[in-house]
């Protein structure tokens, strides 16, 4: 009986030694027992009833047929990108729709969301001297978790919307439709390959400044403030050219990554495959576990645990600190660098009471993760009308505090992740066009949280730049 309970040295010496081989290669072992369908057999929340289970079943099985979206060596090279993140080597920049809509899927929104990103991460690039790991929340962030499986509309309960994955916004398409979980991966595979297409086409071209028009910015101090950064670089590159540096490639093109909360198990595992003795999701490069769906026993963590993207978990005032390491230990026990991220959101006046005991409980038990600061979530507040909206100052108050709080416990703040779009919504108040409430009905299209739109986006970038000066 007694013997049962003393650490075996000898495999504990030799666990370890695994454990660095494996740290070294950034090799994942698959955990005993886990495959991708292993999170059935425990309780998971957030997911939809269909009425005819034998169509879903069809929809899986013609996922389970379609190529890879993605490829796993870019996954690794995301997940090495995350590491040097963790030790401050840079910076991570997430951000897109709340809920991405198939019909988002057209060449204009693609090329307004891909260029307010490439922007923002120029002005942060120039601004804190540091490369961007970019990692963009589209092709794929279909799912969305609610509050409650319906809502009353027009005085009639119906199904809540889910997310084109699941069902539709329109009333009449609101029970869930299996075959949507085959149109997420063909609006995915269209929305990717024209990210693709842009990015190695010349869209991000560092030299080509006519890409960078800044026709959406009416006000005229973002304006040249914009140029007058442009410009400097633009000399910068002239200057480096001149005295016969070579020309890196790193000026045609710019590595970007795609990303979704990973909600939806059913879809995530039909899109999970074995290679070299590991598991990768290839649907996209990077998942994240929402708010909602964090729980320790439950399906979510148990499918994360065994696939070898990076992940992200969003961090909450409701998380207890000794909860968020075991959580951690439970994602990635053989600590792989750059495995897990924290996405911590909550809110601008609860962050100073939750952000320091986390940090401090993740640094005592020696685990290295990169750190995010989404300040979006925490920050959302309805309207007298019944708007949900986000106000401009106080986002960027959580996200001076994160700086504040990671640096007053040593570190730095690792990235940022927004909800945004490159279009001119009127969603979130404030920001240098100083949007009020009045506003917000002008044009006002999430049917999910309310976005920075394409302005409010750029002025952040700025003054997160800013940040990185004092
Ligand atoms: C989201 O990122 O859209 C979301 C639902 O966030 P959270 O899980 O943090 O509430
Ligand atoms: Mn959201």
């Not at 230990?329 to 053989?334: A, D, G, I, Q, V």
Request: hydrophobic share 35%.
């Amino acid at each position: 009986g007694h013997r049962a309970l003393q650490p075996n040295r000898h495999s504990h010496r030799q666990h370890q030694q695994q454990q660095q081989a494996d740290q070294q290669q950034q090799q994942q072992r698959v955990p005993d027992g886990w495959t991708p369908a292993s999170w059935k057999s425990m309780p998971v929340k957030q997911q939809p009833t269909y009425s005819d289970p034998s169509q879903v079943d069809t929809a899986l099985g013609r996922l389970r047929s379609l190529p890879p979206l993605v490829h796993w060596g870019e996954i690794d090279r995301l997940r090495k990108s995350l590491a040097d993140a963790a030790e401050g080597n840079c910076f991570v920049m997430q951000g897109g729709d709340c809920a991405e809509l198939f019909q988002y899927c057209n060449q204009t929104q693609i090329e307004n969301k891909l260029k307010i990103l490439l922007q923002m991460s120029l002005v942060l690039t120039w601004g804190a001297r540091t490369p961007i790991v970019r990692i963009a929340r589209i092709a794929g962030q279909y799912g969305k978790p609610r509050s409650s499986p319906t809502e009353v509309v027009d005085g009639k309960t119906v199904p809540s919307f889910r997310g084109d994955n699941v069902n539709g916004f329109e009333l009449s398409e609101r029970e869930a439709n299996p075959d949507r979980l085959v149109q997420a991966y063909f609006h995915s595979a269209a929305t990717l390959n024209y990210v693709r297409a842009l990015v190695s086409g010349g869209f991000a071209d560092l030299r080509h400044p006519d890409n960078w028009t800044l026709e959406h910015v009416r006000l005229e101090s973002t304006r040249r403030m914009y140029e007058d950064m442009v410009g400097r670089m633009l000399d910068a590159l002239h200057f480096t050219k001149t005295i016969g540096a070579a020309e890196s490639h790193g000026l045609e093109t710019v590595d970007l990554f795609v990303s979704h909360e990973g909600l939806l198990l059913d879809y995530e595992s039909a899109l999970t495959i074995p290679v070299n003795n590991q598991f990768y999701n290839v649907g996209t490069h990077f998942l994240w576990i929402g708010d909602r769906t964090r729980q320790l026993d439950h399906g979510h963590v148990e499918y994360f645990r065994g696939i070898s993207n990076p992940i992200g978990v969003k961090v909450g005032p409701s998380t207890q600190p000794n909860e968020l390491v075991e959580l951690i230990r439970t994602l990635n026990p053989c600590e792989i660098p750059g495995k897990v991220s924290l996405i911590t959101r909550y809110g601008c006046d609860k962050i100073q009471s939750s952000l320091p005991a986390h940090i401090a409980a993740v640094q005592a038990a020696g685990i290295k993760v990169a750190w995010i600061c989404d300040p979006m979530h925490g920050n959302t507040e309805s309207t007298a009308s019944g708007l949900k909206t986000r106000n401009f100052d106080k986002i960027l108050k959580e996200l001076s505090l994160a700086f504040e709080i990671h640096q007053q416990h040593g570190r730095q703040l690792n990235g940022v992740h927004f909800e945004l779009t490159g279009d001119t919504v009127t969603e979130c108040t404030g920001g240098s066009v100083n949007l009020v409430e009045e506003d917000l009905s002008r044009n006002y299209q999430s049917f999910c949280d309310p976005r920075l739109n394409y302005e409010q986006s750029l002025d952040m970038a700025f003054l997160i730049a800013d940040f990185f000066q004092r």
